[in-house]
């Protein structure tokens, strides 16, 4: 039986975790509405040049341009974007947990395929590190004061590597921000650039007028597009880290409360017994000089 | 005549959405306008103005860092690399970045990337020139 002033201790331990939490919840809030506000003006940029790249492509290019062709896949790359710090439900664990279910689809396959991982966050680059992967690359420490630069070394570090051949498919898995509460994990494929056919045989594609020309526009587009990815991800990843905490400090702070009260009520019982066993003694002794 | 319906979207923000008569942009070819019923054309744009024609008595000027414009079917799009509206640029702010620039340019220290400073100076210098070309006299900087 835990003595009262064990139970005080562990109210009072209690509590100041509640705080903290707390802290961490407010923290976290307001640092969403910013992230939050970053990543919806990103969205459309990162959608239309998307869009504008799909109507460049023509025939020619999906079996000359290196940035669309598809190359016999012998080095995959996945970039894994987690957060650099814990603290935020299953947001990592969920991703690393995906990544695991791509390494495994590919062994699977049987193809001899080499997975490599490209490590954002400081939480998957530990967790690549410990299983001794091959990292082919991280940023790490970047989400406290998200810059723009951080995009662009990435995709330059990926662009290179993919067009000398180390690798020859890149997949990003990312958190995608849908709302404070939710998160949605997305596979998706940056390099080749993926084209749909099945639209340009649906739709007659229209006769542009180019300046100064398809070739020159495709080029001058396709690594501002690239970039734009890069950076949409970075930052979906960073509000939906924000939001991912923020849940998880509040309920992290309601788990305290009821603990609290339940601690208190154990307390209060413990503290009458004492009372009432104390009564008893000092009665039981008062009677014991009475009839003696 | 109906109205071009025109985006103009940058990495940060959608900084205009809305019909226009006309838009004239800096093609890479040369500058151009495009009306109503322009055929498509995709081109890619260099550091300049961006005009926009509301109606016959609104007019709109915006710095462009160039960027790439789509026209189909009369929906104009454009991808500018940054765009700001000739009321909401920020004078001495484009002029520090034009000294900036130029000191990077002629002190050539090692490692300089000359290219980007050579690419802040044109954007800076555009700014400032259409400030100085553009802003209506009369209307309040409203970055002052």
């Given at each position: 039986m835990a003595t009262l002033r064990d139970i005080k201790s562990r109210i009072k331990g209690v509590k100041s975790t509640q705080q903290i939490t707390k802290a961490m919840k407010m923290v976290a809030a307001a640092k969403l509405r910013r992230a939050q506000e970053s990543v919806i003006n990103a969205r459309p940029y990162a959608r239309k040049i998307s869009e504008f790249i799909t109507h460049l492509v023509t025939e020619e290019d999906i079996t000359h341009n290196p940035y669309i062709v598809q190359r016999e896949v012998k080095n995959i790359v996945y970039v894994i974007v987690t957060a650099?710090?814990?603290?935020?439900?299953a947001f990592n664990n969920n991703i690393l947990k995906e990544a695991m279910r791509q390494f495994s689809i590919n062994e699977a396959s049987g193809k001899g395929i080499t997975a490599h991982v490209f490590c954002i966050g400081k939480k998957s680059y530990d967790f690549y590190k410990r299983r001794e992967f091959t990292i082919a690359g991280s940023a790490t420490g970047i989400f406290s004061s998200l810059k723009y630069e951080t995009a662009l070394q990435i995709t330059t570090e990926l662009i290179k590597k993919y067009l000398d051949g180390t690798f020859d498919k890149v997949i990003l898995i990312y958190n995608e921000f849908k709302s404070i509460i939710q998160q949605r994990i997305v596979t998706e494929q940056l390099?080749?650039?993926?084209?749909?056919?099945n639209n340009e045989e649906m739709e007659k594609p229209t006769d542009f007028i180019f300046e100064p020309g398809q070739k020159e526009i495709f080029n001058y587009l396709l690594p501002k597009h690239l970039k734009a990815q890069i950076w949409r991800i970075l930052l979906e990843s960073n509000a939906a880290e924000l939001g991912a905490k923020m849940t998880a400090m509040d309920n992290a702070t309601t788990n305290a409360k009821e603990l609290i009260r339940v601690l208190q009520l154990t307390y209060n019982k413990e503290r009458q017994a004492a009372i009432t066993k104390e009564i008893l003694e000092i009665v039981s002794g008062a009677n014991a000089q009475k009839t003696g | 005549m109906a109205d071009l319906n025109i985006e103009i979207v940058t990495p940060s923000k959608i900084t205009f959405s809305g019909q226009a008569k006309s838009i004239s942009v800096p093609g890479t070819d040369g500058n151009f306008q495009v009306l109503f019923n322009h055929a498509p054309i995709m081109s890619t744009l260099e550091i300049g103005l961006i005009k926009i024609?509301?109606?016959?008595n609104k007019t709109l000027f915006f710095a462009a860092g160039g960027g790439t414009i789509e026209v189909n079917n009369n929906n104009v799009l454009v991808l500018a690399d940054s765009l700001e509206e000739v009321i909401s640029i920020d004078v001495e702010r484009a002029a520090r970045a034009m000294e900036r620039a130029k000191k990077r340019i002629e002190e050539k220290?090692?490692?300089?990337?000359l290219e980007r400073a050579q690419f802040a100076l044109k954007r800076a210098m555009n700014r400032i020139l259409i400030v100085e070309k553009y802003l209506p006299k009369d209307s309040v900087n409203s970055r002052l």
């Open positions: 650099d710090r814990g603290l935020c439900g390099l080749p650039v993926p084209v749909t056919l | 024609n509301i109606d016959n220290v090692p490692g300089t990337d």
